[in-house]
Nanobody
Framework: QVQLVESGGGLVQAGTSLKLSCAAS????????MGWFRQAPGKGRDFVAAISWSSASTDYADSVKGRFTISRDNAKNTVYLQMNSLKPEDTAVYYCAQGRSPSRSAYDYDYWGQGTQVTVSS
């Protein structure tokens, strides 16, 4: 069984940075792609970023491209999301997920964390 635990969320001002972490249990982490999604109040869960098992491939939503960076450390079973130049519209609960492919679709991810709140004030 895989468990994912996000951390690093908080309340920050626009223009600042935040780094999220997602620690995974289980032996499959190093062989599976990982993704970050977010859900704002009253909205659906949206794709943010994904990374292949080897880190050779990454993908980003257009809304975060150039500002966010996804990375992973397979030795630590951890995936990260570095968020720079934060905007109020980035406010959401951020979820990490382990999937079968580095997809933009939530349906391709089997395991999800509980989420961490990120609030960006203007």
């Amino acid at each position: 069984q895989v468990q994912l635990v996000e951390s690093g969320g908080g309340l920050v001002q626009a223009g600042t940075s935040l780094k999220l972490s997602c620690a995974a249990s289980g032996r499959t982490f190093s062989s599976r792609p990982m993704g970050w999604f977010r859900q704002a109040p009253g909205k659906g869960r949206d794709f943010v970023a994904a990374i292949s098992w080897s880190s050779a491939s990454t993908d980003y939503a257009d809304s975060v491209k150039g500002r966010f960076t996804i990375s992973r450390d397979n030795a630590k079973n951890t995936v990260y999301l570095q968020m720079n130049s934060l905007k109020p519209e980035d406010t959401a609960v951020y979820y990490c997920a382990q999937g079968r492919s580095p997809s933009r679709s939530a349906y391709d991810y089997d395991y999800w964390g509980q989420g961490t709140q990120v609030t960006v004030s203007s």
